[in-house]
């Protein structure tokens, strides 16, 4: 994997392998025998992203965010309601099913539960083996011997390949659909909470391989996942998502480091240290409330409700993704860790105008020790 944070500042000279556009999904809810449409899950509602070759791009928030629905936007597993979908500078946002099916072999997906992703019917090497059937490709000394040095890749047994899932572990279940998705060497890999359903102790093993497979392989990966630890691990940027909207994206030291948007430092404030003596001394950022919904998510920014630093433009005026100079961005009216001068200098929007500034903190959270 290349040096965390040096692909931020490199991606600028060259085109991204991935480029998301004010992408949105709407899922529309509807009432009645008529079906007649109500109102609409905005589950995303206008991100814009670019992923480059080689690096890993963390994509991080609550449960509900729409985290895993970017994800499968990205696969085109799920159809988008709006905005653009650019892969290797085609647009596949709309591609009819057809034409998609050889782009499958460039982009995978590695899915959330071992569990579930796995069908308990197959042996291993047919689940393995699938994309090589689905795809029609032939292999020089055949799928069964191809499906056998992918299962070593991943640090399975290449003999485990006539077994049943049902015999693995959580930690090998997961190897085998990390093995699926590497049959057809794909570009780019999105991966959804890949560890979290892991214990810890095989979390850092499947960490570590999914790190060293990129080496080997020059893969890109976009990695989903709410525990930032796991994210500052193995990202290289980070974007931060918060009821359908990014709020702040930024190379992994800045943000780990200096992080602007308050819901950012709510979230890292969350995040547990090994050293008792520094755990005690950190303020601990405690959110008041439950996330809003979707279906009705507040107006401007939808932070604000949370907010501890929330004035009244925050509940008028929708803060835009404003880009440093340094490269970071965030979408907040008082943004902290700001510049000498205020946000605003060396600032332009990233999709829009916006103005920026310092502010007292208001109501919204409670700190803690």
């Known amino acids: 994997m290349s040096e965390r944070g040096t692909l931020a500042g490199a991606g600028a000279a060259r085109d991204p392998l991935l480029s998301v556009q004010d992408l949105q999904k709407h899922f529309p809810v509807t009432k009645g025998l008529l079906k007649r449409q109500v109102g609409a899950v905005k589950a995303v509602d206008g991100i814009s992203f670019d992923v480059f070759k080689g690096e890993t791009f963390g994509l991080v928030g609550e449960s509900g965010c729409g985290k895993t629905t970017t994800g499968r936007l990205i696969t085109r597993l799920v ?7 650019v892969f290797e500078g085609h647009d596949i946002t709309h591609m009819p099913q057809g034409r998609m099916r050889p782009l499958r072999r460039d982009v995978q997906m590695i899915f959330q539960d071992p569990y579930s992703s796995l069908n308990p019917r197959h042996t291993v090497g047919a689940i393995v083996g699938a994309p090589f059937r689905i795809q029609g490709i032939k292999t020089e000394q055949g799928t069964k011997k191809a499906v056998q040095e ?3 890749m991943v640090g399975l047994n290449p003999e485990h390949y006539n077994r049943y899932p049902h015999e693995f572990s959580g930690g090998q279940r997961q190897r085998i659909g990390i093995a699926r998705t590497l049959a057809l060497k794909p570009k780019l890999i999105i991966a959804d909470e890949p560890v979290s359903a892991l214990d810890v102790s095989i979390q850092a093993q499947v960490v570590n391989l999914l790190e060293d497979l990129q080496n080997e392989l020059d893969l890109t990966y976009v990695v989903i996942a709410h525990d930032l630890s796991v994210v500052r691990h193995i990202s290289d940027r980070v974007a931060v998502m918060y009821l359908g909207k990014i709020v702040e994206l930024a190379d992994r030291k800045s943000l780990y480091e200096a992080p602007m948007h ?32 979707p279906l009705n998510p507040p107006p401007a920014c939808r932070f604000h409700t949370r907010c501890w630093k929330a004035q009244e433009v925050c509940s008028k005026v929708e803060p835009p993704l404003l880009a440093l100079a340094s490269g970071h961005q965030v979408a907040c009216h008082f943004p902290e860790n700001a510049p000498a001068g205020g946000a605003a200098t060396g600032a332009e929007p990233a999709d829009g105008n916006g103005t920026q500034g310092e502010a007292a903190p208001g109501e919204g959270a409670t700190t803690s020790s």
């Open 79 to 85: 159809e988008p309601t709006g905005g653009k979908i």
């Open 262 to 293: 308050p819901y950012t430092n709510a979230l890292l404030s969350a995040v547990p240290i090994p050293d008792v003596k520094r755990r005690k001394e950190r303020d601990r950022i405690r959110l008041l409330g439950d996330a809003p919904s």
């Open 150 to 152: 992918i299962l070593e």
